[in-house]
């Protein structure tokens, strides 16, 4: 297996240098590196110049139109390989990854799911993983974020890519995107890989009372994929094979409508309230489901509501809550497959 690992960077002159470096300390070095950058202005791109001398098989890119999904696209474009790995530009990869999959038998899967670690600077833990093809899973639990996909590349372009529109929450949109298609998932249970930065409320740009819009536009590309795959197929391929499409799109509106509802809680939390017009367009991400999206019943809107109203207060975990909640009625599946 030959796998391309693309790193998308813009400021990071004082953490791409580590990255970089985890990278290529493999037992087992990628095929290509292509770092992407995306229109710093503190000398990263400048830094990138320098490193990739005297190294082959790494490549730098520029990307001008903002964002860390049109920064990944513009590397897909260059890829050569047939996976395809994305990695962030302030963690510290596994000298073990590549050489992990190397001789896997992978040929008749799509994507390969595998567990990560995450630290605060004081401690380390395993992210959450649930091993499970269901969307309902990606819709509250984002079973597949940025780091846990190693994506066939022709499979990635096919189903559309990266969503440029979405700026924040991209990996959580395209996983969904990806759980539409129903894929083949070999799903990595053996080993958590790499050591990420935990980007909580507390980091530098996820506070979601700034980040409100971007969340709204998120939000509503994931509708826009859930009405998408009933009105028209996802992708060009699947105009021909509809049978690859999720069948049981009547569930997965009661779960995003719950994490909008948690969502709501964390920006009322955040005391964006006395900010009149920026909660009332927060706000706007419930009423999203009106019309011809969802109805909820009178039990949902309770449920979505006591969500809301315990992430406000603090709770922590809403999330499971939900998908516990939202998994009460489940669909039949084909049997996953783990190693």
């Not at 030959?2 to 790193?7: K, P, Y």
């Not at 260059?78 to 963690?91: A, G, H, L």
């Not at 091993?131 to 309902?136: F, L, N, Q, V, Y």
């Not at 995003?256 to 009332?280: M, N, P, V």
Request: charged share 25%.
């Amino acid at each position: 297996m030959e796998i391309t690992v693309i790193v998308p960077v813009k400021d990071r002159r004082e953490h791409i240098g580590k990255t970089l470096d985890s990278i290529m300390k493999g037992s087992m070095l990628p095929k290509e590196v292509i770092i992407v950058d995306n229109e710093s202005t503190d000398g990263t791109y400048q830094f990138c110049e320098q490193y990739i001398k005297g190294r082959p098989n790494m490549t730098l890119l520029r990307e001008t139109f903002p964002g860390a999904a049109a920064a990944r696209n513009k590397g897909l474009k260059s890829c050569k390989t047939e996976w395809v790995y994305f990695f962030d530009s302030n963690d510290l990869f596994d000298y073990n990854f590549i050489s992990t999959f190397h001789k896997a038998e992978v040929d008749d899967y799509d994507v390969i799911a595998v567990p990560t670690k995450v630290t605060d600077g004081h401690k380390e833990w395993v992210r959450p993983f649930i091993p499970s093809e269901d969307p309902r899973v990606q819709l509250l639990g984002n079973v597949l974020a940025t780091s846990n996909m190693l994506l066939r590349t022709s499979y990635l372009k096919d189903i559309g890519a990266w969503n440029p529109a979405c700026r924040i929450w991209e990996d959580w949109e395209l996983g969904l995107r990806i759980m539409l298609h129903q894929p083949k998932i070999l799903w990595y249970t053996q080993h958590a890989f790499h050591t990420l930065r935990a980007r909580g409320e507390n980091a530098k740009g996820c506070c979601c009372s700034v980040n409100y819009k971007q969340l709204l536009r998120t939000l509503t590309a994931a509708v826009n994929n859930l009405q998408s795959s009933i009105i028209q197929p996802l992708s060009t391929y699947h105009t021909q094979h509809l049978a690859c499409l999720y069948p049981h799109l009547d569930l997965l509106m009661y779960p995003l409508y719950l994490r909008i509802s948690i969502l709501l809680g964390r920006l009322q939390r955040e005391k964006i309230t006395g900010q009149c017009q920026k909660y009332k367009m927060a706000a706007k991400a419930v009423t999203i489901f009106r019309n011809d999206n969802f109805a909820p019943t009178f039990m949902q809107r309770m449920i979505g509501n006591s969500l809301r109203i315990y992430t406000l207060l603090g709770g922590k975990g809403a999330w499971r809550i939900a998908l516990k909640e939202s998994l009460r009625k489940q669909p039949r599946h084909k049997r996953k497959r783990n190693i």
